[in-house]
């Protein structure tokens, strides 16, 4: 069983830059293929980013594609999150999750350990 924290959110302009952590604890975190999953207010969550467990292989979704950098440090067992060229369309709740797999896993359903969410908002 893995722990996960997550860490960085808050309020900034569009076209700005965030950059989210998400700290595991409890088991080994190189285990695990690490995900990025956001949430906007009723929205349904949606896939964001994946890194395989040695970080070789991401996958991202469209919307994202070359804003965001999904990263991780398997020595801090933390992965992380870099968004860029942030746009109002990216306020949501961000939450990292841990599965097995590679980096098809871009549903919620394939990842078995949660975070309990930061938040982003991009102001206009």
């Known amino acids: 069983q893995v722990q996960l924290v997550e860490s960085g959110g808050g309020l900034v302009q569009a076209g700005g830059s965030l950059r989210l952590s998400c700290a595991a604890s409890g088991s080994t975190f190189s285990d695990y293929t690490m995900g990025w999953f956001r949430q906007a207010p009723g929205k349904e969550r949606e896939f964001v980013a994946v890194?395989?467990?040695?970080?070789?292989?991401?996958n991202y979704a469209g919307s994202v594609k070359g804003r965001f950098t999904i990263s991780r440090n398997n020595a801090k067992n933390t992965v992380y999150l870099q968004m860029n060229s942030l746009k109002p369309e990216d306020t949501a709740d961000y939450y990292c999750?841990?599965?097995?797999?590679?980096?098809?896993?871009?549903?919620?359903?394939?990842?078995?350990?949660w975070g309990q969410g930061t938040q982003v908002t991009v102001s206009s």
């Open positions: 890194i395989s467990w040695s970080g070789d292989s991401t």
């Open positions: 999750a841990a599965g097995f797999g590679g980096v098809t896993r871009t549903t919620q359903y394939e990842y078995r350990y």
